[in-house]
Structures are given as structure tokens and as C-alpha cells.
């Protein structure tokens, strides 16, 4: 592994133990310049990545915690009137940040959530006519509660799409179990733990991971997965380019993490199902059958696909 | 509300394969089939749009007996094959409205398929192969689109069901050649005789006139020995006609052709006395008919036998071809005959020179009156017979018009032909000749067929159509026997030398159609003869032209032979699908690094360890470390120089190299 991205890695997983995993994909995900949702149950320790992330990485971090009454504007920010000058005065929201946190982003009703989700598009904010460029890196977590919970809107396909990677991270062996009942809070160390590298840094790797090499014959076995989807009848929905490019890109910033300059089929099976499977989904009436989830189809296209031509 | 996961995109491919399989039958079956079927696609439609619901069992059942009360309104006799195709489609239609999911969307595709095949029942013309051909390609995509995802292209799909098609193509043939053939599935019994053409067995005024606008085929003539005879020799005979009742003529039905039997068609009719003049090789022509749903066929003279596979023939008393029963389909017989002849010289029967002199008792006193005057002109001459045919045909060479539009008389028509308006058809003038040449005293009567054809050059045949029918005369003269007189030719020769738009004043040629020129004439004959050739191949590949093949490809019909050569070519074509599918061909592997890991990971299937797909080179090399720990530093350094060439870069030195390490072999 890349010695730099090892040691933030390690770091982060000081905090959130026996996550290494999951801690690399989120580190991935941000170095190709993705957002990330999570979906897991309270207290998994969703927020404690972020915010270990965010300072590891020494970016700054805000947290919006999404509820049914949140508006856009508590988001994006509001213009005020200043009596002095007698005119409007922007106060920028939570938005403008490095590392956002959004909290339960399904609990919130569809008109904030695309409020943020335009915002992870572009970039930038437009308010009041007024386009407003976001800082950079520029890096969303979006935690959320799986959909069978009382009171959530579930984010629609389209919007899915916008995050590069979804994840979850699944309770913690018993060890490390253990080892977190044993240990401090984790709430103190985290305030204890030190950035490894800083927002220039951050810039510089998401900059080397576009230069890493993805060769004509790694190009043919994304292809295959690609057209793989397409073509399956067990595939309601093939992928889309914008899958596809998805995952060349988390492949490349896995492939970076293991201080390779090219891509290999390795990196792509590593991040394919945490890209692809918010993306497809099988025929309703399997999932009923007990069939086709997508982590079941995930693991089918994987098992399927040629890696090497014949 | 049911909600069905059927794709917009698929939804339109099968309600396309739906109607791609029967929009043939629509020109043949009811016209409210079809409106039945865009109702359900419609239905269907707005289920899919969510404006109507799947429907309830007693709608369901209401459609059907609608569907029902239409078939039984529509056909009287309820058994016939169109009846039975029209309850398929109304039952394949109603499918429809009950398509939740991919199952029945397959029901739909698997149906189509069966729907095709029933367009063999009305048609069965090389064009309706074709439209098949491509209505499976169709079939096979929607197939397809049933299992892909939306949003996959029409022309990817398209290439994938060609491919299959083009895969499936010799599994077609090799089963049309070999299988046994069970009879002609269109050899059913059809009640439809909606747009036959043909001329009846009464010759009655006007009833050319409509045949000759026609220019739909009544039957191809191939001369498979002797020389194709010469347009004035080409009289094609259908009937002969000897009764007359003043405006018709007729068969002299009744009890008389009870008694007269018709005759086996393997040797002459005992009751012709024909004396064949062997001038020659025997003449020997294959004809193709068209289904004209009568049982006259057509022969020149002289037939000394004729056969085929399809029809049961035997010669009538005239001379004449006849079928045991209508003929409803294309069928094919051969005849064999001399051109020269003398048909019953010696002496005519009393019963049948009483027929062929017997004339009404009344009506066309003017005609009687001038044949009467020509009988006793010539009564003291040599030969009287002759002298007075000459005498008439003279008479309408010199005064007479030949026309498709003549007047139309009610009484005394051939007086009225003959001495008023002198203006006809051939029907006016082969009717006019004979009553006045049985008013004489001369036996003679009216034969109805064709006269013509058109020769065929790109396949060398002869192309006869419905305006090409004709009729002639015959007389009886001692010694002689039977003649052929055509009164027609005397007047206008140039239509039976030339055919018929030639004989026509400019005006009426229109008419017939017929004179098309240069490039859409070549293309009408070129048509013809791929519609003729596959009728001759094709659809007459019965079983006795199967045991011919077999005799002549394999040496002989014996059930082993064909068993035989049933099996392997079954192998064969099994083994070219494996090797095209199944053959690591070097050809198809686009880099060479490939070729030499397919080779290393051959080595490795022998001792057991087979890559799976989804694998990649390092997975593979750990998994079989584990069992055998002794090849792991090989296999990684494979594995890896494989990875660092295929994808990090294609260095020539570390291929050759990696090329070197794939020849490694185990101890």
C-alpha cells in the first residue's frame, strides 16, 4: 500500500476499529473525487468515519443533521438584511465546507435533498442568481437509515447515481468489540487524533489518481462487466456510462491506494460492488422469490464476466 | 392494481412479433380479426399507460364469446381450415390482455413462431419464404429484448438474432432434405375461392372478354424433351364444349359421360383411335398448374400418357386431361405426346356424329339459310368439307374484325354476329364457325383452353396466363379425323402467332397490360422463374422427389442410408457450432500475451486446475498456491508479469520474456 495513504488509514482505523475495509473505500471514494452515502443502522459509527476522515485529512468538517422540516436554505445559507448597508447580506450555510456530513440524508424531504445533491453535482451553490463556488476538496457523506424505518423518503434512482460509492459498514467483530467497550471513549480520542496530510495534499493525490494508467485490455473487461448488465435477464437495469466511468474512477483511486500506477481486474472486483450496487437492482418479483438483490447480482456479474478474453 | 414488469420497449417488440406473424392471414381471413387484434393491443396499451386494468374473468370470458359469435357468423360451415386458424388467432389474441410478465411474453414469441407457420396454409409462394425468413429474425429479437434490459439498441439486438438465425439456417435445410415428408400441410381443405380466375365450362358471350384483362398465371410449361413448339402450335386444350342451346355452349353432360368412361392416363383412351405419327422423339413438357379449383387440365394434342405425384389424371374421351378431383393447389404433372397425329380418321360413331351435328331447333335462320347455300354449292365437289371451310374462313378474313369489345346480342347471336355487326371475340367466331359448319352437315364442335404463352428465357419456360385463353373449333373429315380449325387466326393471325396485345387495335391493347418494356419485363420473367423454380424444388419435394435425391446423392433410399446421412450431418453441422463457439482460436485473441496465458492455463487444466471466469490472473495463481505450494513463486511471477504487460504497459521485451515464462511446465 501507498505509505502515506496507509498511515491515514491506520490512523482513522485507531478510532474505528476493525473497519480497515471500509475505511479504505471511504478513503478511495474521496481521492476520485466521489461523494459517499452510507447505509447502516444508528450508531454503527457512520458519523465517527466522517469526522475521523475529515481530520486525518485535515479538511474542515461541518455535520447537517437531516429531519423532515430541514429547508434548503438551512443547507445553502440565507440572504439576511443588513440595515448599515442596507442591502442583502449572503450567510453562507453548512455547505461551505470540505467535508460535509449529512446526516440521514432520507429523513429529509426530497426538495432539501436535491437542494444538496445539485450542489454535490456542480460543485458550486447558485443563490439568488448568484453562483458561489464551493471550497475545495469538496467531499459529502451521506448516512442512511435503511428504508424500512418509520419516516424516511427514499432517495430515487437518479439521485443514488450521484454518489460514487455506497457502503455500509456492518457491526463490528467481537474483538473489536471488545476492544471499543475496553478502550477510551471514542469521542475523546478522536479530538486527540492529528492530521496526517492537508487539503493541498488532498488536491495532489485526487490529481494523481486521474494520471493513473487503465490499459485497452482493463478498458475490455470493464466493458464486458458493462454490457454484462445490459444484456442479463437477471439485470432490471443495466449500468449506465456514468456507472461505468464511476467505476474506472474508484478502481483508479483504489489502485492508487496500493501505490500501483495502473489499474488492474483486482481494483475493479475490490470497489465493483460498493459502485455498482445502489445502481442496478433485479426483477421486483425475484427479490419477493428470495432472488436477486443487488448484493447477490453483484456477486453474480463478478462470477460471470470473463476478466481475461478468451 | 396488477402491475406487469414488462419494459415499454418489449411490449412493442411483441406486440410487433405478434403482428408480424399474422398479418398474412389478415388478407385471407375475416376482416374484424384484425380490428380484434389492434383492440387488445390497445388494451393492452392503456394497461401498460395504467388507465385500465388487466381485465376481470368476466370480461375475459365476454371477449371470447365475442370472438366466438364472430367466427360463427363469419363462417357457415364451421369446419375448414379457416375457421380453425381464425380461433388460434382469436385465442393468441386475447393472450394479450392477460401478458403480466416475461413467461407469457415467451408464451407470445413461442406462439408467433406457430403463427408463421399457419401463413403456410393460404400461401405458400417463394415471397411468403421470405417474409418468414425475416419474420423469424423478428421473432428472435423480441425473444431476446424479453431478456434485456431497456435501453439496449435495436441494431445490437438485431445482429444477435441474425446471428442465431443465420446459425439455425442449416439445422432448416438439413431437416427439409431429411426428414420424411408427411404429405403437404396446404393440401388441406380450404373453403376460400375468392379470387381464382378461369374460364368455366360454359362458353357463354362476354366470358372471354373478362379473362383476357387478367394476368395472373394459369400455368408454367417446362419441354423437358423435344423442341418448345411454335407459338402457333401452342394450343393449350382444356374442354371440349359440343352442345349448343342458342347462346351457350356446353358439355353435353348428362348420362352420356357416365357411359363413357374416362380412362386411366397411362396409355391413350381406347375410344380416341389416335393414330400418333412418330415424326420424332416423343414430345414430353412438365406443366404447373395454378389451383383453378376445376378438374380440367391442359395438354397439346397428341397425349399418349401422362403422370404425376400430386394429382390423380386420366384421359377424357376428347382428348382431354382431367383430374379426379378439383384441383386446389399448385400441382405439377407431366405429359407425354406426339405433335403429329389423326385423331379418330376412320369413322366417327354414330352417337357421336349426332352430337356433333345437333344444333337447336330454332333461332338463327340466316345462318342456317347460308350454310344450307355453301352445302349445295359444293355438294357435287371433291372434297366438300374442305371447300366450305375455306369458303367461311375466307368470308371472315375478308369481312370480319377481331375485337375485345364487341356488341352485346340476346337472340340470334350468331346471325346476328355473322351478317350484322361482324365485330368479335374469339368465342364469337370458334361459336359462329362451328354452328355453321353443323348447319353444313360437318361434325364439328368448340374446344375452350389456352392459346399461347409467353417463353421464358432466364429459365426456359413458358409462361401462360389467363389472357392467353382461347377458344377454337374442331371438325370431323373422313380420313382426316378431328381438326384443328381456328377461325380466330383467320381473321387475326397475328394473335396466335404473336399473341393477343399484338392482335389488338392500339386502343384495346391497354386492356390486357402485357407489353411492358425492357427492364420491368426482365424483372417480371426473373420474378417468375424464382417463383417457378421454387415451386419445382421446393414445395413439390414430396416424397417420391426425396427418394430421388436419396437415390442420387447416397446411391439409394434404403432407411440405413438415410439414417446414416441424417446422423452425420447432424455431427457435422454440431461440430462446426463447437469449434466456431468453443475453438481458443489464435485469430480471435487480440493480444499475444493472451495466446501464451491461454496456453499456461491449459498446462494447468491438465493437473486439474481450471481458471473460472470471474478470476483474475493473481486470484487464479493463490488458488492453486494453496494446493500446491511448490509452483506458487512461478505462478505469481506469471500471474504478475502477465498484469504488469496486459495492463500496465505492453514492454516488447518483458512479452517475449513472459512469453518464455508461460512455456514452463511442472515436474
Known amino acids: ?310 | 392494481m396488477a402491475v406487469s414488469n414488462l419494459t415499454r420497449q418489449q411490449l412493442m417488440w411483441l406486440f410487433v412479433a405478434q403482428g408480424t406473424a399474422m398479418v398474412p392471414v389478415y388478407f385471407i381471413l375475416p376482416w374484424w380479426l384484425g380490428i380484434y387484434w389492434l383492440a387488445a393491443v390497445f388494451w393492452r396499451i392503456q394497461i401498460y399507460r395504467r388507465a385500465l386494468n388487466f381485465p376481470g374473468i368476466g370480461l375475459k370470458v365476454a371477449a371470447i364469446i365475442a370472438g366466438l359469435a364472430g367466427l360463427a357468423l363469419s363462417f357457415p360451415a364451421l369446419f375448414s381450415v379457416e375457421s380453425f386458424v381464425s380461433f388460434f388467432i382469436i385465442s393468441f389474441t386475447l393472450k394479450l390482455i392477460e401478458l403480466y410478465d416475461r413467461k407469457d411474453g415467451l408464451l407470445i414469441v413461442n406462439v408467433s413462431f406457430v403463427g408463421i407457420s399457419a401463413c403456410f396454409l393460404f400461401f405458400q409462394t417463394i415471397f411468403i419464404a421470405l417474409y418468414g425468413l425475416i419474420a423469424l429474425i423478428i421473432l428472435l429479437q423480441a425473444w431476446i429484448a424479453l431478456y434485456q434490459s431497456k435501453g439496449v439498441s435495436f441494431s445490437r439486438r438485431l445482429r444477435k438474432a441474425s446471428l442465431i438465425f443465420i446459425q439455425a439456417l442449416p439445422v432448416m435445410l438439413l431437416l427439409f432434405v431429411a426428414m420424411p415428408r408427411l404429405g403437404q400441410l396446404w393440401h388441406m381443405p380450404s373453403q376460400n375461392q375468392t379470387g381464382v380466375t378461369g374460364f368455366s365450362d360454359r362458353m357463354s358471350p362476354g366470358g372471354f372478354s373478362n379473362l383476357v384483362e387478367s394476368n395472373s398465371v394459369a400455368f408454367r410449361v417446362t419441354f423437358e424433351s423435344g423442341p418448345v413448339p411454335a407459338p402457333s402450335q401452342r394450343y393449350w386444350r382444356a374442354l371440349v364444349l359440343d352442345e349448343f342451346d342458342g347462346t351457350s355452349w356446353y358439355r353435353a353432360g348428362s348420362w352420356r359421360s357416365w357411359v363413357t368412361q374416362r380412362a386411366s392416363a397411362t396409355q391413350p383412351h381406347p375410344s380416341w383411335n389416335m393414330d400418333y405419327v412418330d415424326a420424332g422423339p416423343v414430345q414430353q413438357y412438365s406443366i404447373l398448374l395454378e389451383p383453378h379449383r376445376q378438374r380440367w387440365l391442359f395438354n397439346l394434342m397428341a397425349p399418349t400418357r401422362a403422370r404425376s405425384s400430386g394429382i390423380r389424371l386420366q384421359f377424357t374421351e376428347f382428348g382431354t386431361l382431367s383430374a379426379m378431383t378439383k384441383v386446389g393447389s399448385r400441382s405439377q404433372y407431366t405429359v407425354y405426346g406426339y405433335p403429329e397425329y389423326k385423331y379418330s380418321p376412320a369413322e366417327l360413331d354414330g352417337f357421336e356424329r349426332r352430337a356433333s351435328l345437333a344444333l337447336p331447333p330454332r333461332g338463327n335462320m340466316r345462318a342456317r339459310q347460308y350454310a344450307t347455300e355453301l352445302q349445295q354449292k359444293y355438294s357435287e365437289h371433291a372434297e366438300p368439307v374442305e371447300q366450305i371451310m375455306r369458303e367461311v374462313l375466307k368470308h371472315f378474313n375478308e369481312q370480319f374484325t377481331y375485337t375485345l369489345q364487341p356488341s352485346a346480342f340476346t337472340e340470334n347471336i350468331v346471325d346476328a354476329f355473322l351478317f350484322d355487326t361482324q365485330r368479335g371475340f374469339c368465342e364469337h367466331f370458334s361459336s359462329s364457325f362451328v354452328f355453321l359448319m353443323r348447319a353444313a352437315g360437318i361434325p364439328a364442335r368448340v374446344v375452350v383452353g389456352y392459346q399461347g404463352g409467353d417463353f421464358n428465357p432466364v429459365e426456359n419456360y413458358l409462361i401462360v396466363r389467363q389472357r392467353d385463353a382461347h377458344a377454337w373449333a374442331e371438325i370431323w373429315m373422313e380420313g382426316e379425323g378431328w381438326l384443328r380449325v381456328d377461325p380466330t387466326a383467320a381473321v387475326a393471325p397475328s394473335r396466335i402467332e404473336r399473341g393477343l396485345n399484338q392482335a389488338l387495335p392500339s386502343a384495346e391493347a391497354a386492356l390486357v397490360g402485357g407489353g411492358e418494356i425492357g427492364v420491368l419485363n426482365w424483372l417480371q420473367l426473373r420474378l417468375d422463374a424464382w417463383s417457378y423454380n421454387w415451386h419445382r424444388w421446393v414445395l413439390s419435394y414430396d416424397e417420391s422427389a426425396q427418394n430421388k435425391f436419396f437415390e442420387h446423392v447416397l446411391g439409394g433410399n434404403d432407411v440405413w442410408r438415410i439414417a446414416l446421412f441424417f446422423v452425420m450431418s447432424s455431427a457435422l453441422l454440431l461440430c462446426v457450432y463447437f469449434i466456431y463457439a468453443f475453438w481458443p482460436s489464435a485469430k480471435r485473441r487480440r493480444y499475444e500475451q493472451s495466446r501464451a496465458y491461454a496456453r499456461h492455463l491449459k498446462m494447468l487444466a491438465r493437473f486439474g486446475f481450471v481458471k473460472h471466469a470471474g478470476e483474475t490472473p493473481l486470484q487464479f495463481a493463490s488458488r492453486v498456491a494453496v494446493t500446491r505450494p511448490d509452483w506458487r513463486k512461478q505462478l505469481e511471477r506469471i500471474a504478475q508479469t502477465y498484469n504488469q504487460i496486459a495492463y500496465q504497459h505492453p514492454n516488447e521485451s518483458l512479452r517475449a520474456h513472459f512469453i518464455a515464462l508461460c512455456n514452463w511446465r511442472p515436474e
Not at chain 1, 82 to 100: E, Y
Not at chain 1, 123 to 152: D, M, W, Y
Not at chain 1, 247 to 258: I, K, P, T, V
Open chain 1, 1 to 310: 500500500m501507498n505509505p502515506l495513504l496507509s498511515d491515514i488509514v491506520d490512523s482513522v482505523g485507531t478510532v474505528l476499529l476493525g473497519k480497515e475495509q471500509q475505511v479504505k473505500l471511504s478513503l478511495a471514494c474521496l481521492l476520485a473525487e466521489g461523494h459517499l452515502l452510507i447505509e447502516d443502522l444508528p450508531g454503527m459509527g457512520k458519523t465517527t468515519l466522517a469526522q475521523c476522515l475529515a481530520k486525518v485529512l485535515g479538511l474542515q468538517y461541518e455535520r447537517v443533521q437531516f429531519t423532515s422540516d430541514l429547508l434548503p436554505g438551512d443547507i445553502l445559507g440565507v440572504s439576511v438584511f443588513d440595515q448599515q448597508n442596507a442591502s442583502f447580506q449572503f450567510h453562507p450555510g453548512p455547505i461551505f465546507t470540505q467535508v460535509l456530513l449529512a446526516d440521514e440524508i432520507n429523513r429529509s424531504t426530497p426538495k432539501t435533498q436535491s437542494a444538496l445533491l445539485e450542489a454535490m453535482e456542480e460543485r458550486q451553490v447558485t443563490f439568488e442568481g448568484q453562483t458561489r463556488a464551493l471550497p475545495k476538496p469538496f467531499f459529502v457523506i451521506a448516512t442512511q437509515n435503511p428504508l424500512s424505518q418509520a419516516g424516511t423518503y427514499p432517495l430515487p434512482e437518479s439521485q443514488l447515481d450521484r454518489f460514487l460509492m455506497c457502503i455500509s459498514l456492518g457491526y463490528p467483530s467481537a474483538a473489536s468489540e471488545r476492544q471499543l467497550l475496553a478502550g477510551e471513549d471514542p469521542r475523546n480520542q478522536l479530538n486527540s487524533l492529528e492530521n496526517v496530510i492537508d487539503a493541498a495534499k488532498v488536491m495532489e493525490l485526487q490529481q494523481q489518481v486521474t494520471s493513473i494508467q487503465a490499459s485497452e485490455q482493463l478498458l475490455d473487461y470493464v466493458q464486458r462487466l458493462v454490457e454484462f448488465t445490459r444484456e442479463h435477464e437477471r439485470f432490471a437495469n443495466g449500468l449506465s456510462p456514468r456507472g461505468a466511468m464511476a467505476l474506472l474512477r474508484a478502481a483508479r483511486a483504489w489502485a492508487l491506494l496500493h501505490n500501483r500506477a495502473y489499474v488492474l481486474p483486482d481494483d475493479i472486483q475490490a470497489v465493483l460492488p460498493s459502485v455498482v450496487e445502489h445502481r442496478v437492482h433485479g426483477y421486483s418479483s425475484a427479490r419477493i422469490h428470495g432472488g436477486d438483490d443487488a448484493e447477490s447480482l453483484s456477486h453474480f456479474l463478478l462470477k460471470s464476466v470473463e476478466v481475461i478474453e478468451r
